[in-house]
Protein backbone atom coordinates (compact mmCIF):
# COMPACT_ATOMS: atom_id res chain seq x y z
CA UNK A 1 0.00 0.00 0.00
CA UNK A 2 2.21 2.73 1.20
CA UNK A 3 5.27 3.05 3.49
CA UNK A 4 2.70 4.25 6.00
CA UNK A 5 0.51 1.35 5.83
CA UNK A 6 3.06 -1.31 7.45
CA UNK A 7 3.42 1.08 10.88
CA UNK A 8 -0.18 0.77 11.21
CA UNK A 9 0.33 -2.71 12.73
CA UNK A 10 3.95 -2.06 14.59
CA UNK A 11 2.26 0.34 16.32
CA UNK A 12 0.68 -1.43 18.96
CA UNK A 13 4.64 -2.34 20.19
CA UNK A 14 5.83 1.09 20.32
CA UNK A 15 3.04 2.28 22.31
CA UNK A 16 4.77 0.06 25.25
CA UNK A 17 7.60 2.73 25.40
CA UNK A 18 5.35 5.99 26.39
CA UNK A 19 5.53 6.10 29.64
CA UNK A 20 1.94 6.85 30.05
CA UNK A 21 1.04 3.75 28.51
CA UNK A 22 3.67 1.71 30.15
CA UNK A 23 4.17 3.26 33.21
CA UNK A 24 2.03 3.01 36.34
CA UNK A 25 -0.56 3.26 34.54
CA UNK A 26 -2.42 0.42 32.62
CA UNK A 27 -2.17 0.52 28.70
CA UNK A 28 -5.43 0.97 27.12
CA UNK A 29 -5.79 -2.32 25.76
CA UNK A 30 -5.95 -3.89 29.73
CA UNK A 31 -8.35 -1.52 30.75
CA UNK A 32 -12.29 -1.89 31.41
CA UNK A 33 -13.74 1.96 31.75
CA UNK A 34 -16.42 1.86 29.53
CA UNK A 35 -18.75 -1.25 31.20
CA UNK A 36 -21.72 -0.22 29.34
CA UNK A 37 -22.44 0.21 25.87
CA UNK A 38 -24.27 3.40 25.27
CA UNK A 39 -27.81 3.22 23.82
CA UNK A 40 -26.23 5.09 20.41
CA UNK A 41 -29.38 5.89 18.64
CA UNK A 42 -30.99 7.11 21.73
CA UNK A 43 -28.30 9.82 22.15
CA UNK A 44 -28.08 10.30 18.69
CA UNK A 45 -31.94 11.61 18.95
CA UNK A 46 -31.58 13.15 21.96
CA UNK A 47 -28.68 15.50 20.31
CA UNK A 48 -30.81 16.38 17.17
CA UNK A 49 -34.34 16.56 19.62
CA UNK A 50 -31.81 19.42 21.72
CA UNK A 51 -31.30 21.13 18.63
CA UNK A 52 -35.07 21.01 18.05
CA UNK A 53 -36.15 22.57 21.20
CA UNK A 54 -33.35 25.06 20.79
CA UNK A 55 -34.76 26.49 17.44
CA UNK A 56 -38.19 26.39 18.63
CA UNK A 57 -36.77 28.59 21.34
CA UNK A 58 -34.72 30.94 19.41
CA UNK A 59 -37.81 31.39 17.55
CA UNK A 60 -39.84 31.97 20.36
CA UNK A 61 -37.32 34.57 21.48
CA UNK A 62 -37.17 36.37 18.84
CA UNK A 63 -40.76 36.87 18.38
CA UNK A 64 -41.29 37.95 21.99
CA UNK A 65 -39.21 40.55 22.22
CA UNK A 66 -39.05 41.37 18.24
CA UNK B 1 -4.23 48.47 33.50
CA UNK B 2 -4.17 48.50 37.10
CA UNK B 3 -1.71 47.23 39.19
CA UNK B 4 -3.80 44.10 40.06
CA UNK B 5 -4.77 43.53 36.79
CA UNK B 6 -1.80 42.80 35.39
CA UNK B 7 -1.40 40.29 38.78
CA UNK B 8 -4.28 38.43 37.42
CA UNK B 9 -2.99 38.27 33.75
CA UNK B 10 0.65 37.46 34.36
CA UNK B 11 -0.79 34.63 37.33
CA UNK B 12 -2.98 33.13 34.94
CA UNK B 13 -0.95 33.19 32.01
CA UNK B 14 2.05 31.59 34.45
CA UNK B 15 -0.17 28.93 35.63
CA UNK B 16 -1.44 27.60 32.52
CA UNK B 17 1.53 27.89 30.75
CA UNK B 18 3.22 26.08 33.19
CA UNK B 19 0.67 23.40 33.28
CA UNK B 20 1.01 22.72 29.60
CA UNK B 21 4.64 22.49 29.52
CA UNK B 22 4.49 20.24 32.79
CA UNK B 23 1.98 18.02 30.90
CA UNK B 24 4.49 17.68 28.20
CA UNK B 25 7.43 16.05 29.55
CA UNK B 26 8.46 12.62 28.66
CA UNK B 27 6.83 12.14 25.23
CA UNK B 28 9.04 9.84 23.38
CA UNK B 29 6.96 7.96 20.88
CA UNK B 30 4.21 9.12 17.91
CA UNK B 31 1.42 7.85 19.39
CA UNK B 32 2.12 9.48 23.18
CA UNK B 33 3.23 12.63 22.04
CA UNK B 34 0.68 13.43 18.92
CA UNK B 35 -2.39 11.75 19.81
CA UNK B 36 -1.61 11.48 24.08
CA UNK B 37 -1.57 7.39 24.02
CA UNK B 38 -5.12 7.38 22.84
CA UNK B 39 -5.92 7.49 26.14
CA UNK B 40 -8.15 10.41 26.88
CA UNK B 41 -11.76 10.13 28.19
CA UNK B 42 -14.76 12.08 26.85
CA UNK B 43 -14.99 15.08 29.11
CA UNK B 44 -11.30 16.10 27.83
CA UNK B 45 -12.51 15.46 24.40
CA UNK B 46 -15.47 17.17 24.47
CA UNK B 47 -13.73 20.46 26.55
CA UNK B 48 -10.49 20.42 23.94
CA UNK B 49 -12.80 20.22 20.62
CA UNK B 50 -14.94 22.99 21.97
CA UNK B 51 -11.78 24.83 23.07
CA UNK B 52 -10.24 24.72 19.46
CA UNK B 53 -13.07 26.32 17.70
CA UNK B 54 -13.29 28.91 20.54
CA UNK B 55 -10.63 31.34 19.66
CA UNK B 56 -9.88 34.50 21.65
CA UNK B 57 -11.64 36.20 17.90
CA UNK B 58 -15.06 34.12 19.15
CA UNK B 59 -14.65 36.21 22.74
CA UNK B 60 -13.63 39.16 21.38
CA UNK B 61 -15.60 39.39 17.66
CA UNK B 62 -18.66 37.82 18.72
CA UNK B 63 -20.14 40.39 21.13
CA UNK B 64 -19.20 43.26 18.81
CA UNK B 65 -21.06 41.18 16.25
CA UNK B 66 -24.08 40.79 18.53
CA UNK B 67 -23.35 44.74 19.08
CA UNK B 68 -23.91 45.15 15.43
CA UNK B 69 -25.82 43.26 14.03
CA UNK B 70 -27.76 41.25 16.12
CA UNK B 71 -27.91 37.48 17.51
CA UNK B 72 -28.63 35.87 14.11
CA UNK B 73 -24.96 34.89 14.06
CA UNK B 74 -25.78 32.10 16.16
CA UNK B 75 -27.52 30.53 12.99
CA UNK B 76 -24.15 29.71 12.06
CA UNK B 77 -23.39 27.06 14.16
CA UNK B 78 -27.30 25.56 13.49
CA UNK B 79 -25.94 22.46 11.69
CA UNK B 80 -23.21 21.90 14.33
CA UNK B 81 -25.38 19.22 15.92
CA UNK B 82 -26.13 17.28 13.16
CA UNK B 83 -22.63 16.86 12.10
CA UNK B 84 -21.90 15.85 14.81
CA UNK B 85 -23.86 12.92 14.68
CA UNK B 86 -23.18 12.20 11.64
CA UNK B 87 -19.45 12.24 12.55
CA UNK B 88 -19.98 10.09 15.04
CA UNK B 89 -21.52 7.72 12.79
CA UNK B 90 -19.48 7.57 10.28
CA UNK B 91 -16.42 8.95 10.80
CA UNK B 92 -15.63 8.31 14.16
CA UNK B 93 -14.89 4.12 13.53
CA UNK B 94 -13.35 4.34 10.70
CA UNK B 95 -10.60 6.63 11.94
CA UNK B 96 -10.25 4.77 15.11
CA UNK B 97 -9.97 1.20 13.19
CA UNK B 98 -7.49 2.31 10.79
CA UNK B 99 -5.44 3.96 13.96
CA UNK B 100 -4.34 6.72 11.60
CA UNK B 101 -2.66 10.03 13.36
CA UNK B 102 -4.37 12.34 10.48
CA UNK B 103 -7.42 12.43 8.53
CA UNK B 104 -5.53 12.82 5.35
CA UNK B 105 -3.60 9.43 6.02
CA UNK B 106 -7.11 7.62 5.52
CA UNK B 107 -7.50 8.65 2.14
CA UNK B 108 -4.52 7.50 1.04
CA UNK B 109 -5.57 4.05 2.03
CA UNK B 110 -9.17 4.86 0.29
CA UNK B 111 -7.86 6.41 -2.81
CA UNK B 112 -3.90 6.62 -3.09
CA UNK B 113 -1.09 9.14 -2.58
CA UNK B 114 -2.02 11.70 -5.20
CA UNK B 115 -5.39 12.51 -2.51
CA UNK B 116 -3.70 12.56 0.44
CA UNK B 117 -1.19 15.13 -0.75
CA UNK B 118 -3.48 17.38 -1.90
CA UNK B 119 -6.06 17.46 1.26
CA UNK B 120 -2.87 17.54 3.36
CA UNK B 121 -1.63 20.38 1.02
CA UNK B 122 -5.22 22.22 0.96
CA UNK B 123 -5.31 21.89 5.31
CA UNK B 124 -1.23 22.84 5.59
CA UNK B 125 -2.02 26.56 3.59
CA UNK B 126 -5.60 26.78 5.03
CA UNK B 127 -4.63 26.09 8.74
CA UNK B 128 -1.26 27.39 8.75
CA UNK B 129 -2.75 31.46 7.42
CA UNK B 130 -5.67 30.43 9.69
CA UNK B 131 -3.59 30.22 12.63
CA UNK B 132 -1.65 33.30 12.01
CA UNK B 133 -5.25 35.37 12.09
CA UNK B 134 -6.00 33.63 15.41
CA UNK B 135 -2.92 34.81 16.69
CA UNK B 136 -3.04 38.30 15.07
CA UNK B 137 -6.68 38.64 16.06
CA UNK B 138 -6.07 39.39 19.96
CA UNK B 139 -2.66 40.85 19.75
CA UNK B 140 -3.88 43.58 17.18
CA UNK B 141 -6.92 44.30 19.21
CA UNK B 142 -5.59 44.46 23.09
CA UNK B 143 -2.39 46.17 21.46
CA UNK B 144 -4.26 49.53 20.43
CA UNK B 145 -7.31 49.33 22.82
CA UNK B 146 -4.34 49.17 26.11
CA UNK B 147 -1.15 50.91 23.99
CA UNK B 148 0.85 47.92 23.64
CA UNK B 149 3.08 47.20 20.68
CA UNK B 150 1.37 45.51 18.66
CA UNK B 151 4.36 43.02 17.16
CA UNK B 152 5.89 42.43 21.38
CA UNK B 153 1.95 41.35 21.99
CA UNK B 154 1.80 39.00 18.53
CA UNK B 155 5.20 37.14 19.22
CA UNK B 156 4.31 37.02 22.65
CA UNK B 157 1.37 35.66 22.57
CA UNK B 158 2.79 33.04 19.67
CA UNK B 159 5.66 31.95 21.91
CA UNK B 160 3.31 31.23 25.13
CA UNK B 161 1.75 28.87 22.68
CA UNK B 162 4.47 27.34 21.04
CA UNK B 163 5.71 26.86 24.30
CA UNK B 164 2.49 24.57 25.61
CA UNK B 165 2.40 23.11 21.46
CA UNK B 166 5.66 21.85 21.72
CA UNK B 167 4.66 19.35 24.84
CA UNK B 168 2.35 17.49 22.27
CA UNK B 169 -1.31 16.39 22.18
CA UNK B 170 -1.75 15.90 25.68
CA UNK B 171 -0.52 18.97 26.91
CA UNK B 172 -2.91 21.09 24.69
CA UNK B 173 -5.50 19.06 25.23
CA UNK B 174 -5.44 19.09 28.99
CA UNK B 175 -4.41 22.66 29.13
CA UNK B 176 -7.55 23.27 26.82
CA UNK B 177 -9.65 22.13 29.96
CA UNK B 178 -8.42 24.95 32.33
CA UNK B 179 -8.44 27.32 29.07
CA UNK B 180 -12.11 27.28 27.82
CA UNK B 181 -13.12 27.16 31.87
CA UNK B 182 -10.93 30.49 32.47
CA UNK B 183 -12.70 32.02 29.17
CA UNK B 184 -16.68 31.25 29.63
CA UNK B 185 -15.88 32.63 33.57
CA UNK B 186 -14.57 35.76 32.22
CA UNK B 187 -17.73 35.88 30.00
CA UNK B 188 -19.92 34.77 32.76
CA UNK B 189 -18.48 37.86 34.54
CA UNK B 190 -18.99 40.40 32.10
CA UNK B 191 -22.20 39.64 31.46
CA UNK B 192 -23.27 39.75 34.73
CA UNK B 193 -21.38 43.46 35.24
CA UNK B 194 -23.50 44.54 31.66
CA UNK B 195 -26.30 43.57 33.16
CA UNK B 196 -25.74 45.18 37.04
CA UNK B 197 -24.17 48.51 35.25
CA UNK B 198 -28.06 49.49 33.93
CA UNK B 199 -29.49 52.46 35.45
CA UNK B 200 -31.67 51.28 38.22
CA UNK B 201 -35.00 51.78 36.77
CA UNK B 202 -34.26 49.24 33.83
CA UNK B 203 -34.89 45.78 34.75
CA UNK B 204 -33.40 42.31 33.00
CA UNK B 205 -36.85 42.24 31.11
CA UNK B 206 -36.60 46.08 29.87
CA UNK B 207 -32.96 45.47 28.86
CA UNK B 208 -34.67 42.55 26.54
CA UNK B 209 -37.25 44.80 25.43
CA UNK B 210 -34.69 47.37 24.31
CA UNK B 211 -32.39 44.78 22.40
CA UNK B 212 -35.55 43.43 20.58
CA UNK B 213 -36.93 46.52 19.76
CA UNK B 214 -33.69 47.72 18.48
CA UNK B 215 -33.47 44.07 16.06
CA UNK B 216 -30.95 42.93 18.77
CA UNK B 217 -32.81 39.66 19.27
CA UNK B 218 -32.65 38.79 15.97
CA UNK B 219 -31.97 35.19 16.63
CA UNK B 220 -33.80 33.05 14.10
CA UNK B 221 -34.44 34.10 11.00
CA UNK B 222 -36.80 31.80 8.31
CA UNK B 223 -36.69 33.63 5.22
CA UNK B 224 -34.81 31.88 2.33
CA UNK B 225 -32.18 34.44 1.21
CA UNK B 226 -29.06 33.33 -0.70
CA UNK B 227 -27.57 36.39 -0.31
CA UNK B 228 -28.42 36.66 3.38
CA UNK B 229 -24.95 35.49 5.35
CA UNK B 230 -27.44 34.46 8.26
CA UNK B 231 -30.50 32.86 7.98
CA UNK B 232 -31.84 29.26 9.25
CA UNK B 233 -31.53 27.32 5.96
CA UNK B 234 -27.69 28.34 4.97
CA UNK B 235 -27.01 27.89 8.80
CA UNK B 236 -28.99 24.20 8.45
CA UNK B 237 -27.98 23.06 4.76
CA UNK B 238 -24.59 25.29 4.58
CA UNK B 239 -24.10 25.18 8.16
CA UNK B 240 -23.88 21.13 8.78
CA UNK B 241 -21.44 20.92 5.05
CA UNK B 242 -19.22 23.47 6.98
CA UNK B 243 -18.91 21.52 10.54
CA UNK B 244 -18.81 18.41 9.03
CA UNK B 245 -16.03 19.64 6.74
CA UNK B 246 -14.36 20.69 10.35
CA UNK B 247 -14.76 18.59 12.21
CA UNK B 248 -14.70 15.86 10.37
CA UNK B 249 -11.58 16.41 8.13
CA UNK B 250 -9.77 19.06 9.52
CA UNK B 251 -6.88 17.83 11.21
CA UNK B 252 -6.97 20.22 14.24
CA UNK B 253 -10.21 18.75 15.15
CA UNK B 254 -9.85 15.30 14.33
CA UNK B 255 -6.86 15.33 16.47
CA UNK B 256 -9.07 16.02 19.49
CA UNK B 257 -11.06 12.88 18.99
CA UNK B 258 -8.25 10.67 17.83
CA UNK B 259 -6.72 10.84 21.46
CA UNK B 260 -10.32 8.82 22.67
CA UNK B 261 -9.11 5.61 24.29
CA UNK B 262 -12.65 3.96 22.59
CA UNK B 263 -14.94 5.07 19.90
CA UNK B 264 -16.54 5.61 22.64
CA UNK B 265 -14.98 8.00 24.23
CA UNK B 266 -14.47 9.77 21.14
CA UNK B 267 -17.93 9.97 20.18
CA UNK B 268 -19.53 10.98 23.40
CA UNK B 269 -16.79 14.22 23.17
CA UNK B 270 -18.19 15.09 19.86
CA UNK B 271 -22.04 14.21 20.59
CA UNK B 272 -21.56 16.61 24.26
CA UNK B 273 -19.86 19.31 21.97
CA UNK B 274 -22.68 19.02 19.77
CA UNK B 275 -25.10 19.57 22.55
CA UNK B 276 -23.50 22.94 24.20
CA UNK B 277 -22.15 24.50 21.60
CA UNK B 278 -24.93 26.30 20.16
CA UNK B 279 -26.46 27.13 23.80
CA UNK B 280 -22.39 28.22 24.69
CA UNK B 281 -22.47 30.45 21.36
CA UNK B 282 -26.24 31.92 21.91
CA UNK B 283 -24.63 32.68 25.37
CA UNK B 284 -21.98 34.82 23.89
CA UNK B 285 -24.06 36.64 21.96
CA UNK B 286 -26.16 37.59 24.50
CA UNK B 287 -23.64 39.08 26.08
CA UNK B 288 -22.91 41.48 23.40
CA UNK B 289 -26.82 42.16 23.29
CA UNK B 290 -26.78 43.61 26.85
CA UNK B 291 -23.32 45.48 26.30
CA UNK B 292 -25.53 47.02 23.28
CA UNK B 293 -28.05 47.90 25.49
CA UNK B 294 -25.72 49.26 27.89
CA UNK B 295 -24.59 51.47 25.40
CA UNK B 296 -27.84 52.91 24.98
CA UNK B 297 -28.01 54.38 28.28
CA UNK B 298 -24.25 55.01 28.68
CA UNK B 299 -22.75 57.21 26.19
CA UNK B 300 -20.15 54.82 23.59
CA UNK B 301 -17.31 56.40 21.87
CA UNK B 302 -18.30 57.53 17.91
CA UNK B 303 -16.14 54.68 16.99
CA UNK B 304 -14.93 52.02 19.09
CA UNK B 305 -11.03 51.53 17.92
CA UNK B 306 -9.23 54.48 20.13
CA UNK B 307 -6.26 54.22 18.37
CA UNK B 308 -7.88 54.97 15.12
CA UNK B 309 -9.73 57.89 16.79
CA UNK B 310 -6.43 58.75 18.40
CA UNK B 311 -4.89 59.33 15.11
CA UNK B 312 -7.95 61.43 13.14
CA UNK B 313 -7.93 63.95 15.75
CA UNK B 314 -4.50 65.12 15.02
CA UNK B 315 -4.93 65.64 11.27
CA UNK B 316 -6.25 68.13 9.05
CA UNK B 317 -10.00 65.73 9.53
CA UNK B 318 -10.24 66.97 13.33
CA UNK B 319 -12.54 69.68 13.09
CA UNK B 320 -14.58 67.25 11.04
CA UNK B 321 -14.19 64.59 13.20
CA UNK B 322 -15.43 66.81 16.40
CA UNK B 323 -18.39 67.50 14.31
CA UNK B 324 -19.26 64.21 14.11
CA UNK B 325 -18.84 63.35 17.53
CA UNK B 326 -21.26 66.33 18.12
CA UNK B 327 -23.66 64.97 16.07
CA UNK B 328 -22.97 61.40 17.55
CA UNK B 329 -23.56 63.30 21.04
CA UNK B 330 -26.99 64.67 20.50
CA UNK B 331 -28.35 61.30 18.87
CA UNK B 332 -27.41 59.50 21.32
CA UNK B 333 -29.15 61.96 23.69
CA UNK B 334 -32.63 61.96 21.82
CA UNK B 335 -32.07 57.85 21.68
CA UNK B 336 -31.89 57.89 25.26
CA UNK B 337 -34.80 59.77 26.20
CA UNK B 338 -36.42 57.89 23.15
CA UNK B 339 -35.40 54.28 25.17
CA UNK B 340 -37.16 55.67 28.09
CA UNK B 341 -40.29 56.53 26.80
CA UNK B 342 -40.74 53.37 25.34
CA UNK B 343 -39.93 51.29 28.44
CA UNK B 344 -42.41 53.60 30.30
CA UNK B 345 -45.29 53.33 27.42
CA UNK B 346 -44.69 49.80 27.97
CA UNK B 347 -45.28 49.29 31.94
CA UNK B 348 -48.71 51.53 31.41
CA UNK B 349 -49.63 48.35 28.55
CA UNK B 350 -49.18 50.73 26.16
CA UNK B 351 -48.04 48.74 23.15
CA UNK B 352 -49.05 50.94 20.04
CA UNK B 353 -47.55 54.05 21.72
CA UNK B 354 -44.06 51.85 22.13
CA UNK B 355 -43.89 50.61 19.15
CA UNK B 356 -44.62 54.29 17.53
CA UNK B 357 -41.44 55.66 20.02
CA UNK B 358 -39.91 52.13 18.70
CA UNK B 359 -40.01 53.00 15.21
CA UNK B 360 -38.77 56.49 15.93
CA UNK B 361 -35.48 54.98 18.17
CA UNK B 362 -35.03 52.94 15.54
CA UNK B 363 -34.33 55.62 12.71
CA UNK B 364 -31.99 57.71 15.32
CA UNK B 365 -30.15 54.28 15.37
CA UNK B 366 -29.91 54.73 11.34
CA UNK B 367 -28.75 58.40 11.93
CA UNK B 368 -26.31 57.40 14.34
CA UNK B 369 -25.11 54.47 12.16
CA UNK B 370 -24.59 56.97 9.21
CA UNK B 371 -22.48 59.34 11.62
CA UNK B 372 -20.45 56.63 12.24
CA UNK B 373 -19.87 55.48 8.77
CA UNK B 374 -18.90 59.22 8.22
CA UNK B 375 -16.18 58.58 10.88
CA UNK B 376 -14.81 55.97 9.19
CA UNK B 377 -14.99 57.34 6.00
CA UNK B 378 -13.01 59.91 7.41
CA UNK B 379 -10.59 57.70 9.35
CA UNK B 380 -9.46 55.86 6.37
CA UNK B 381 -9.06 59.14 4.79
CA UNK B 382 -7.00 60.41 7.68
CA UNK B 383 -4.83 57.06 7.48
CA UNK B 384 -5.31 54.52 4.67
CA UNK B 385 -4.11 51.68 7.19
CA UNK B 386 -6.60 52.00 9.95
CA UNK B 387 -8.76 49.44 10.81
CA UNK B 388 -11.74 50.72 9.96
CA UNK B 389 -14.39 48.17 11.30
CA UNK B 390 -14.37 48.89 15.09
CA UNK B 391 -16.76 45.31 15.64
CA UNK B 392 -14.39 43.69 17.27
CA UNK B 393 -13.43 46.56 19.51
CA UNK B 394 -16.39 46.96 21.13
CA UNK B 395 -16.48 44.41 23.96
CA UNK B 396 -13.31 45.00 25.11
CA UNK B 397 -13.48 48.81 24.86
CA UNK B 398 -16.58 47.76 27.14
CA UNK B 399 -14.35 45.68 29.45
CA UNK B 400 -11.35 48.08 29.90
CA UNK B 401 -13.75 51.12 30.12
CA UNK B 402 -16.32 50.04 32.58
CA UNK B 403 -14.97 46.73 34.15
CA UNK B 404 -13.59 46.96 38.18
CA UNK B 405 -9.82 46.27 39.25
CA UNK B 406 -9.05 42.69 38.44
CA UNK B 407 -11.78 41.81 36.52
CA UNK B 408 -10.41 43.79 33.63
CA UNK B 409 -7.13 41.10 34.39
CA UNK B 410 -9.33 38.32 34.05
CA UNK B 411 -11.15 39.32 31.36
CA UNK B 412 -7.80 39.45 29.32
CA UNK B 413 -6.74 36.25 30.81
CA UNK B 414 -9.43 34.38 29.50
CA UNK B 415 -8.82 36.48 25.76
CA UNK B 416 -5.20 35.25 26.37
CA UNK B 417 -6.59 31.65 27.12
CA UNK B 418 -9.16 31.27 24.12
CA UNK B 419 -6.27 32.44 21.81
CA UNK B 420 -3.56 29.72 23.17
CA UNK B 421 -6.09 26.92 22.94
CA UNK B 422 -7.76 27.54 19.12
CA UNK B 423 -3.99 28.03 18.23
CA UNK B 424 -2.13 25.31 19.88
CA UNK B 425 -4.35 22.91 18.04
CA UNK B 426 -3.96 24.57 14.90
CA UNK B 427 -0.14 24.45 15.22
CA UNK B 428 -0.18 20.35 16.97
CA UNK B 429 -2.09 19.59 14.15
CA UNK B 430 0.17 21.66 11.70
CA UNK B 431 3.09 19.54 12.85
CA UNK B 432 1.43 16.70 12.56
CA UNK B 433 0.39 16.40 9.30
CA UNK B 434 3.36 17.84 8.30
CA UNK B 435 5.63 15.27 10.09
CA UNK B 436 2.62 12.10 9.14
CA UNK B 437 1.50 12.71 5.75
CA UNK B 438 4.77 14.73 4.13
CA UNK B 439 7.94 14.13 6.37
CA UNK B 440 7.33 10.50 7.37
CA UNK B 441 5.26 9.73 3.87
CA UNK B 442 7.63 11.00 1.33
CA UNK B 443 11.30 12.21 2.94
CA UNK B 444 12.29 10.08 5.36
CA UNK B 445 10.10 6.69 5.26
CA UNK B 446 12.02 5.24 7.85
CA UNK B 447 12.39 7.68 10.32
CA UNK B 448 11.49 5.94 13.92
CA UNK B 449 9.73 7.71 16.45
CA UNK B 450 11.96 9.18 17.99
CA UNK B 451 13.11 11.21 15.15
CA UNK B 452 9.25 11.68 14.74
CA UNK B 453 8.91 13.46 17.68
CA UNK B 454 11.99 15.54 17.79
CA UNK B 455 10.73 16.68 14.05
CA UNK B 456 7.24 17.27 15.41
CA UNK B 457 8.62 19.85 18.09
CA UNK B 458 10.70 21.40 15.09
CA UNK B 459 7.80 21.61 13.05
CA UNK B 460 5.66 22.95 15.90
CA UNK B 461 8.13 25.51 16.32
CA UNK B 462 8.45 26.45 12.83
CA UNK B 463 4.73 26.78 12.11
CA UNK B 464 4.38 28.49 15.58
CA UNK B 465 6.82 31.12 13.89
CA UNK B 466 4.77 31.04 10.41
CA UNK B 467 1.91 31.63 12.43
CA UNK B 468 3.39 34.74 13.94
CA UNK B 469 4.41 35.86 10.93
CA UNK B 470 1.19 35.95 9.43
CA UNK B 471 0.22 37.60 11.89
CA UNK B 472 2.71 40.17 11.61
CA UNK B 473 0.83 40.49 7.70
CA UNK B 474 -1.99 40.85 8.82
CA UNK B 475 -5.02 43.69 8.60
CA UNK B 476 -7.91 44.77 6.73
CA UNK B 477 -9.44 41.67 7.70
CA UNK B 478 -13.11 43.25 8.77
CA UNK B 479 -14.93 41.42 11.26
CA UNK B 480 -12.00 39.01 12.35
CA UNK B 481 -14.57 36.21 13.34
CA UNK B 482 -16.15 36.59 9.92
CA UNK B 483 -12.64 36.43 7.52
CA UNK B 484 -11.68 33.16 9.53
CA UNK B 485 -14.87 31.29 8.27
CA UNK B 486 -14.50 32.72 5.34
CA UNK B 487 -11.47 31.90 4.81
CA UNK B 488 -12.00 28.15 5.73
CA UNK B 489 -15.16 27.93 4.00
CA UNK B 490 -13.34 28.95 1.05
CA UNK B 491 -11.24 25.28 1.45
CA UNK B 492 -13.63 23.46 3.56
CA UNK B 493 -16.13 22.34 0.94
CA UNK B 494 -13.49 20.84 -1.37
CA UNK B 495 -12.12 18.89 1.23
CA UNK B 496 -15.64 17.74 2.52
CA UNK B 497 -16.01 16.50 -1.45
CA UNK B 498 -13.38 14.13 -0.76
CA UNK B 499 -13.94 12.78 2.17
CA UNK B 500 -17.50 11.93 1.05
CA UNK B 501 -16.47 10.02 -1.69
CA UNK B 502 -14.21 8.21 0.16
CA UNK B 503 -16.87 7.05 2.70
CA UNK B 504 -19.83 6.74 0.50
CA UNK B 505 -18.47 5.88 -3.16
CA UNK B 506 -16.42 3.31 -3.10
CA UNK B 507 -16.12 2.66 -7.15
CA UNK B 508 -14.30 6.59 -7.39
CA UNK B 509 -10.35 6.36 -7.55
CA UNK B 510 -7.55 8.41 -6.85
CA UNK B 511 -7.10 10.22 -9.83
CA UNK B 512 -11.45 11.34 -10.28
CA UNK B 513 -11.10 12.60 -6.41
CA UNK B 514 -8.54 15.01 -7.09
CA UNK B 515 -9.93 15.93 -10.12
CA UNK B 516 -13.12 16.51 -8.90
CA UNK B 517 -11.24 18.67 -6.00
CA UNK B 518 -9.40 20.50 -9.02
CA UNK B 519 -12.75 20.95 -10.06
CA UNK B 520 -15.11 21.80 -6.97
CA UNK B 521 -12.11 24.42 -6.09
CA UNK B 522 -12.79 26.08 -9.20
CA UNK B 523 -16.32 25.96 -8.65
CA UNK B 524 -16.20 27.89 -5.42
CA UNK B 525 -13.69 30.23 -6.35
CA UNK B 526 -15.78 31.63 -9.19
CA UNK B 527 -19.04 31.97 -6.96
CA UNK B 528 -16.67 33.71 -4.61
CA UNK B 529 -15.68 36.06 -7.41
CA UNK B 530 -18.27 36.58 -9.44
CA UNK B 531 -21.47 36.12 -7.55
CA UNK B 532 -22.92 37.52 -3.81
CA UNK B 533 -23.98 34.23 -2.57
CA UNK B 534 -23.28 34.32 1.10
CA UNK B 535 -20.16 32.40 2.09
CA UNK B 536 -21.49 29.68 3.84
CA UNK B 537 -22.82 28.35 0.54
CA UNK B 538 -19.54 28.12 -0.65
CA UNK B 539 -19.08 24.79 1.46
CA UNK B 540 -22.04 23.40 -0.61
CA UNK B 541 -21.08 24.32 -3.78
CA UNK B 542 -17.41 22.91 -3.22
CA UNK B 543 -18.59 19.65 -1.55
CA UNK B 544 -21.57 18.84 -4.39
CA UNK B 545 -19.48 20.29 -7.27
CA UNK B 546 -16.52 18.19 -5.86
CA UNK B 547 -18.18 15.02 -5.61
CA UNK B 548 -20.23 15.18 -8.66
CA UNK B 549 -17.05 16.11 -10.58
CA UNK B 550 -15.37 12.89 -9.42
CA UNK B 551 -17.93 10.87 -9.98
CA UNK B 552 -18.29 12.25 -13.54
CA UNK B 553 -14.71 11.87 -14.40
CA UNK B 554 -14.82 8.09 -12.79
CA UNK B 555 -17.86 6.85 -15.05
CA UNK B 556 -17.71 8.28 -18.28
CA UNK B 557 -13.77 9.26 -18.66
CA UNK B 558 -11.88 6.68 -16.68
CA UNK B 559 -14.40 3.63 -16.32
CA UNK B 560 -15.37 2.28 -13.18
CA UNK B 561 -12.78 -0.59 -13.50
CA UNK B 562 -9.75 1.80 -13.40
CA UNK B 563 -9.17 2.70 -10.08
CA UNK B 564 -5.70 2.19 -9.57
CA UNK B 565 -4.75 1.90 -5.99
CA UNK B 566 -6.69 2.44 -2.35
CA UNK B 567 -9.20 -0.19 -1.06
CA UNK B 568 -12.72 -0.88 -1.48
CA UNK B 569 -14.24 1.63 0.90
CA UNK B 570 -17.28 -1.19 1.85
CA UNK B 571 -13.60 -2.58 3.89
CA UNK B 572 -13.97 0.66 5.78
CA UNK B 573 -17.43 1.29 6.12
CA UNK B 574 -18.64 1.59 9.52
Not at chain 2, 24 to 46: E, S
Not at chain 2, 66 to 89: K, N
Not at chain 2, 199 to 220: C, Q, W
Amino acid sequence: MNARGSDVGGRGSEMGKDRDAAGSAPTPDSRQTTPAEPDWPILYATVLAELVILIVAFYAFTKAFA
Amino acid sequence: MRPVDWIVLIGTLVTIVSYGVWKGRHRKNLDGYLLAGRQLQWPTIALSIMATQASAITFLSTPGQAYADGMRFVQFYLGLPIAMVLLAIVAVPIYHRLKVYTAYEYLETRFGPKTRVVTASLFLAQRGVSTGLTVYAPAVIVSLLLGWNIHVTNIGIGLLVIAITVGGTKAVSRTHVHQLLIALAGMAVALTIAIHSLPTDVSLLDALHVAGKMGRLNVIDFSFDLKTPYNFWSGIIGGTLLMLSYFGCDQSQVQRYLTGETVQQSRLGLLINGMIKVPMQFFILFVGAMVFVFFQFTAPPLFFNSAARNKVVKTRYASQYAALEQTHAATFASKRNGMREMLAAMHTGDSARADAVAARVRALQTTDANTHKAAADLIAKADPAADTNDTNYVFLSFVIGFFPAGVVGLLLAAIFCAAMSATASGLNALSSTSVVDVYRRFISCDANDRDCVRMSKMLTVFWGLVSIGVGEFASHVGSLIEAVNRFGSFFYGTILGVFVLAFFFSKVGDIAAVSGAVVGQIAVGLCAIFTNTAYLWWNVVGCVVGVVAAVVIQTFLLGVGSRVSGVEASNLGP
